[in-house]
């Protein structure tokens, strides 16, 4: 115990050296000078720079976790963006290849629709060829005319001659005779003509085809000189024979247009065009009631001229006819 003792004495006695240190007075006093020194430099030190920097640096690191977030949500939008570039890519893709197959398509339907246009039209030139050489016996035109379907042929037959007239060029300077389109206009205006070269005929396209009528002078006068001379022939034909029948006169012949459309044809460079114009226009000259009607305009307006002109044609049936409707024209004269 006592040995204990004597141990715990002298730890007591170490510590109690190791608690003082001898300084110099002076150099005490310096320490202490410096020590307030910086006691008093420090915080400003501290306060001004450091605390400034440590201000920065936290603004510093919270526009880095702002731009980071930013950047994250770059990162989101740039991958949405890239989906949807992707699946309007595919979009694209699959529409392109859907145009392709529908322009196949449609080329493929054009292309049949011209073999059926073709072959319609071979097939109307075919038959209606045909029945222009049958409707030259009157029991075969009275079954025509008799038949439900009459009226809608004269119909379909008014549309074809202005679709065929209309497609004709500007610069077109003689048709094709031989052409399965021409051949299907002139065997239904020789259907039309051969009709109209009965009575029954006559009768039944002044009381259930007037559109026919005028579909054929519309386009008498929208055809130019020169062109398509048998088709106007055909046509002129058609409106002499119908001129016949006193109703289909006054129905002509009281047409707008219809005098000065005799004019024009007049003046075509073709002599059977101007043979028919001059027929019709004797069909007026010789009834007495349709003339009362145009006299006043035949007057104002007749090619005297060219009438004249044509009485001196080679062509010795125009030359006759020119003759005559010169002699018919004087009554005029009384008329005024």
Not at 18 to 29: G, I
Not at 113 to 127: K, P, S
Not at 290 to 314: C, G, H, W, Y
């Amino acid at each position: 115990m006592r040995r204990r003792a004597g141990l715990a004495g002298d730890a007591q006695k170490a510590e109690a050296k190791e608690e003082f240190v001898k300084v110099r007075r002076r150099d005490l006093e310096r320490l202490t000078t410096e020590v307030m020194q910086l006691r008093d430099f420090l915080p400003k030190i501290v306060n001004g720079d450091i605390l400034g920097t440590f201000q920065k640096l936290d603004a510093i690191e919270s526009n880095m976790e702002k731009k980071e977030e930013e950047i994250e949500q770059l990162k989101m939008d740039c991958e949405h963006f890239r989906a949807r570039l992707e699946t309007a890519q595919a979009d694209c893709m699959r529409e392109k290849k859907e145009k392709l197959d529908l322009r196949q398509q449609l080329n493929e339907a054009k292309q049949q629709l011209l073999q059926q246009a073709e072959y319609c039209t071979e097939m109307g030139a075919a038959v209606c060829t045909l029945l222009w050489g049958v409707s030259s016996n009157e029991e075969a035109v009275k079954t025509i005319l008799g038949g439900s379907k009459a009226v809608k042929f004269f119909t379909i037959a008014a549309q074809t001659m202005e679709s065929f007239v209309k497609s004709l060029s500007e610069d077109m300077k003689q048709q094709d005779l031989d052409s399965d389109e021409n051949q299907f206009v002139l065997a239904l205006a020789g259907i039309v003509t051969n009709v109209a070269a009965l009575a029954c005929g006559r009768e039944f396209l002044v009381s259930s085809s007037r559109e026919l009528l005028d579909t054929m002078m519309h386009l008498l006068g929208d055809m130019k000189p020169g062109l398509c001379t048998k088709f106007k022939v055909l046509m002129l034909m058609s409106l002499y024979n119908v001129s016949i029948n006193l109703k289909g006169l006054k129905y002509i012949s009281g047409s707008p247009g219809f005098i000065p459309l005799l004019w024009w044809l007049l003046n075509d460079p073709d002599t059977e065009v101007c043979l028919h114009a001059l027929r019709l226009l004797q069909s007026v000259i010789l009834e007495p009631e349709v003339l009362a009607k145009s006299a006043s305009e035949m007057r104002d307006t007749l090619p005297f001229q060219r009438i004249i002109a044509l009485s001196k044609s080679r062509n010795a049936e125009l030359q006759a006819l020119a003759k005559e409707l010169l002699d018919d024209l004087k009554i005029l004269e009384y008329e005024a």
